[in-house]
Structures are given as structure tokens and as C-alpha cells.
């Protein structure tokens, strides 16, 4: 499964709300539990990814709350509401459905304007 | 909270063989799936494969044949072997856990990182 993300960079104003999109090649809802296998990751720089979304839409434990995951199917958003200084970094979205492989996004790059 | 750290050379040579370990404090290896994702230098992220404390596993068939990842549960690690390495190699190589709810399944995200460790292939 090919995993595309847009736009690969954007810069947003400090409290402007950031959206990032990532479209899959195929289908990552899986019908017998009514779930969508798509993570998203945040990584700052010289650090390891952190996840922020999984199953699509539900909040990683200590997740600020300005973070959000909408979508279904093949097509999925990653929200941050009100862009804070410390949001700088690479987002990336995963895609767990299907093995092998895992693929990633090829990763937005999240700057202030 | 898990604790996972990358062990090994910084350097190999090109046709040589990447080794390295994944060493897990703080929750025992004999639960969940665990992996092993690179990044290239300034690019995005690359899953190579993963494994379960039976040792069973599943490669990226883009590395398949080269590649191969076993786990010690006496001493609550893991290892990536990646044989006949070139420049395209170089990268941070990290170690990751797979998230479990109950029942662990493979097929879930990448819960737990480690710091990551960059090898360079270089004569």
C-alpha cells in the first residue's frame, strides 16, 4: 500500500489551525472490527517519531487535544487546531493493514509562518 | 514506561554485514511484536520487518533476502542482521515496539521508540 501525503510542507501562523492529508493506494478499513489502520507520527529534529493518532482518530495517552485524526477508507486528516511553537517538526501517517511492509508517508514538513 | 536502545557499529563496509541490537528495560520482551525501522538521512522512514518473542517474523520484501532479525527473551533483546550492505544502507536505524491492547497482534502502531542509532556504509 502506497501511503501519499500533501502537501509536503506548509507554514502556519502561531494559532492558526495546520491540516495535513495522506491518501492510501487502497482500502486500510478492516470490516470485521470497524477500523481504519492508520497512525500518525510527529518527529522533531534529532528525535524518534512520537505517535500522535492511531485507528484513524483516536488521541495517543498525553496527546494535546489540539491534535485530531478524521477520515476513513483510503483518505484520512490530521488537524492541529491552534498551531503552538513547540509543533514544528515532520509529520508522517502509517498504515498498519497490510504486512508485508508497513509503509509510512513520505512525511510533511510543519513550520511557523 | 519501556525503555528501548540501539546497539552497534557506527560504521560498516560496503558488501559487509549491518549488525545491531535493540536492548528493552523496563517490560518484558516476551510480549508484543517488535520492530525495526530505518530513516536515510534526511528522508522518511522505512520498515524493515519485525518480530515476536517465538521468533516469528516478517521482512520488507524489498529487503527480504537480505535481511534477518532474531530475539534473545534471557536477555530481553533483539537483533537486525543486514548482510551485503552499499551506501544505500546508511541511515538511523531505530527499534520500536508494537502497540498491544490484550491481545498482541502485529498488525497495530508503533507505540515505543528508541533513540536510534545512525550506521554509515563507508570504506
Known amino acids: 500500500i502506497v501511503m501519499t501525503q500533501t502537501p509536503d510542507s506548509l507554514a502556519v501562523s502561531l494559532g492558526e489551525r495546520a491540516t495535513i492529508h495522506c491518501r492510501s493506494s487502497?482500502?486500510?478499513?478492516?470490516?470485521?472490527?470497524?477500523?481504519?489502520?492508520l497512525a500518525w507520527y510527529q518527529q522533531k529534529p534529532g528525535q524518534p517519531p512520537k505517535v500522535l493518532i492511531y485507528?484513524?482518530?483516536t488521541r495517543a495517552s498525553g496527546v494535546p487535544d489540539r491534535f485530531s485524526g478524521s477520515g476513513a477508507g483510503t483518505d484520512f486528516t490530521l488537524t492541529i487546531s491552534s498551531l503552538q511553537a513547540e509543533d514544528v517538526g515532520v509529520y508522517y501517517c502509517?498504515?498498519?493493514?497490510?504486512?508485508?511492509?508497513?509503509?509510512f508517508g513520505q512525511g510533511t514538513k510543519v513550520e511557523i509562518k | 514506561q519501556v525503555q528501548l536502545q540501539e546497539s552497534g557499529p557506527g560504521l560498516v563496509k560496503p558488501s559487509e554485514t549491518l549488525s545491531l541490537t535493540c536492548s528493552v528495560s523496563?517490560?518484558?520482551?516476551?510480549?508484543?511484536?517488535w520492530s525495526w525501522i530505518r530513516q536515510p538521512p534526511g528522508k522518511g522512514l522505512e520498515w524493515i520487518g519485525y518480530?515476536?518473542?517465538?521468533?516469528?517474523?516478517n521482512y520488507n520484501p524489498s529487503l527480504n533476502s537480505r535481511v534477518t532479525i532474531s530475539v534473545d527473551t534471557s536477555q530481553n533483546q533483539f537483533s537486525l542482521r543486514l548482510s551485503s550492505v552499499t551506501a544505500a544502507d546508511t541511515a538511523v536505524y531505530y527499534c520500536a515496539r508494537v502497540y498491544c491492547d490484550g491481545d498482541c497482534y502485529p498488525d497495530r502502531h508503533f507505540d515505543s521508540w528508541g533513540q536510534g542509532t545512525l550506521v554509515n556504509v563507508s570504506s
Open positions: 523496563g517490560g518484558s520482551i516476551s510480549t508484543h511484536y
Open positions: 487502497q482500502t486500510v478499513f478492516y470490516n470485521s472490527n470497524n477500523k481504519n489502520y
Open positions: 502509517q498504515q498498519y493493514y497490510s504486512s508485508p511492509p508497513r509503509t
Open positions: 518480530i515476536n518473542y517465538r521468533g516469528y517474523t
Open positions: 485507528w484513524a482518530s
